[in-house]
């Protein structure tokens, strides 16, 4: 994984006010925090934030922050944004020990052409987009692959269908659908009706048990001798 450092200034006034003069600025503000390190009100280039969370490894980049000379392993735990624009309002480092797992959420990019499913007219029914992994913070991938080129109508692929990288576990239950093939729904719709058309040639028969209809003679249709 490549190195990416980030220079923060410490000792940033806390407050709306403050923080909009150095989003104004060009900066982000932010905070360090972590196991034995005291809550750090910080702030970093806003450009400069931007590049390192937009590398393959995304928001599970390890970033080397240096502070006033010291530097932390972190990774970027919560990203606030503006709810309309969308840029970065503010952002948690959180300081992680290289050694230890902690755990992150991973994307799941499907991969393969399930030719099988097209020509039964079938769709890829794609469930589940991330998934939770614990591994240490330098083996966490950048995303994970699940090849569908076999997938079939009526087929799913599961959690336990996924080659997870050395060093990387999770926790999910291994049956957890991933991925169906499902029927599409003209073809689906179409099956349905078939199943519910009544056989072409059959004549409707009188419920088992029912007697037949009496014939009954008109009145005064003969004389007694």
């Known amino acids: 994984m490549a190195d990416i450092t980030l220079v923060a200034e410490p000792g940033r006034p806390t407050g709306s006010r403050p923080a909009r003069r150095l989003r104004a600025g060009g900066r982000i503000p932010a905070v360090l925090y972590g196991t034995g390190v005291?809550?750090?009100?910080?702030?970093?280039?806003?450009?400069?934030?931007?590049?390192?969370?937009?590398?393959?490894?995304g928001l599970?980049?390890?970033?080397?922050?240096?502070?006033?000379?010291?530097?932390?392993?972190?990774?970027?735990?919560e990203l606030q944004r503006?709810?309309?624009?969308?840029?970065?309002?503010?952002?948690?480092?959180?300081?992680?020990?290289?050694t230890v797992e902690t755990r992150a959420e991973v994307s799941i990019s499907l991969v393969g052409d399930p030719v099988e499913l097209h020509r039964s007219d079938g769709v890829v029914d794609h469930q589940l987009f991330a998934l939770t992994v614990?591994?240490?913070?330098?083996?966490?991938?950048?995303?994970?692959?699940?090849?569908?080129s076999g997938l079939t109508v009526g087929d799913a692929l599961r959690v336990?269908?996924?080659?997870?990288?050395?060093?990387?576990?999770?926790?999910l239950d291994p049956e957890t659908v991933v991925v169906a093939g499902q029927a599409s729904?003209?073809?689906?719709e179409a099956e349905a009706a078939a199943e519910a058309a009544p056989?072409?040639?059959?004549?409707?028969a009188a419920p088992e048990g029912e007697a037949a209809p009496e014939t009954t003679q008109p009145a005064g249709g003969g004389e007694e001798g």
């Open 134 to 148: 614990r591994a240490r913070p330098a083996d966490i991938p950048a995303h994970l692959e699940l090849d569908i």
């Open 82 to 98: 503006h709810p309309v624009r969308g840029t970065l309002q503010h952002v948690d480092f959180q300081v992680v020990d290289l």
């Open 60 to 77: 599970n980049a390890v970033l080397t922050l240096q502070i006033d000379g010291a530097s932390y392993p972190t990774m970027a735990r």
């Open 160 to 171: 336990s269908d996924i080659a997870l990288p050395p060093g990387v576990a999770t926790d």
């Open 185 to 188: 729904r003209v073809a689906a």
């Open 199 to 204: 056989e072409e040639g059959a004549e409707a």
């Open 38 to 57: 005291e809550p750090v009100p910080v702030s970093v280039g806003g450009r400069e934030l931007r590049a390192a969370l937009s590398t393959p490894a």
